[in-house]
């Protein structure tokens, strides 16, 4: 059973910066794709940042540009750093892990197993 803890998550003015990190329990960490989600109050959880097992990303348009993916295999944890940051990228983050083969895309579907959430927030 994978177990995902994320951390990081805080309080800081625009344009400030964090960054976040999910360890993973687990064997073939280095196998899955993971990604970063994030869900506001009142809103759909949505698909933020994803990273390939080969290490090609994608972003979504409103991050591209300020947050950057990576991931550690030999650690077993996924990253998020996190620029320039807005009032609008106040969410819950999650990390994320497909445990199974196929297209990996930034759809909640395409997800096996989720962290708990570290809150960031983001004031103007």
């Not at 506001?40 to 348009?61: C, W």
């Not at 540009?65 to 609008?88: A, C, H, Q, V, W």
Request: charged share 20%; glycine share 12%.
């Amino acid at each position: 059973q994978v177990q995902l803890v994320e951390s990081g998550g805080g309080s800081v003015q625009a344009g400030g910066s964090l960054r976040l990190s999910c360890a993973a329990t687990g064997d073939s960490f280095s196998l899955y794709c993971m990604a970063w989600f994030r869900q506001a109050p009142g809103k759909e959880r949505e698909g933020v940042a994803l990273i390939h097992n080969v290490g090609s990303t994608a972003y979504a348009d409103s991050v591209k540009g300020r947050f950057t993916i990576s991931r550690d295999n030999r650690k077993n944890t996924l990253y998020l750093e996190m620029n320039s940051l807005k009032p609008e990228d106040t969410a819950m983050y999650y990390c994320a892990q497909r445990r199974r083969g196929g297209y990996c895309d930034t759809s909640v579907g395409s997800f096996d197993s989720w962290g708990q959430g570290t809150q960031v927030t983001v004031s103007s």
